[in-house]
């Protein structure tokens, strides 16, 4: 069984920056692509960031020049580096190990404010 802990979030002001971790336990990190998803209270979840086995990146084009993603397969861990946040970057962050389109693994989430 994998289980995915985020961590790293919490309360900043505009323009701050904030790094999210995401461990996985298990030995198949390494094979599937890691995602960074938010969910802002009243809407849909929404992908932020992805990064495949091959190191290819996308991003939401809100977070484009601000975010990025990356991977460090030897500590089964995923980061997402959020600089020169906005207050319309608030949400419930949480992070996704896709082995197959079938087999997803989710974390629990961890929550972003951005506030003065």
């Known amino acids: 069984q994998v289980q995915l802990v985020e961590s790293g979030g919490g309360l900043v002001q505009p323009g701050g920056s904030l790094r999210l971790s995401c461990a996985a336990s298990?030995?198949?990190?390494?094979?599937?692509?890691m995602a960074w998803y938010r969910q802002a209270p009243g809407k849909e979840r929404e992908l932020v960031a992805a990064i495949t086995t091959r190191d290819s990146r996308n991003y939401a084009d809100s977070v484009k020049g601000r975010f990025t993603i990356s991977r460090d397969n030897a500590k089964s861990t995923v980061y997402l580096q959020m600089n020169s946040l906005k207050p319309e970057d608030t949400a419930v962050y949480y992070c996704k190990l896709s082995i197959t389109t079938e087999t997803n693994y989710w974390g629990q989430g961890t929550q972003v404010t951005v506030s003065s």
């Open positions: 298990g030995s198949i990190f390494s094979l599937g692509t």
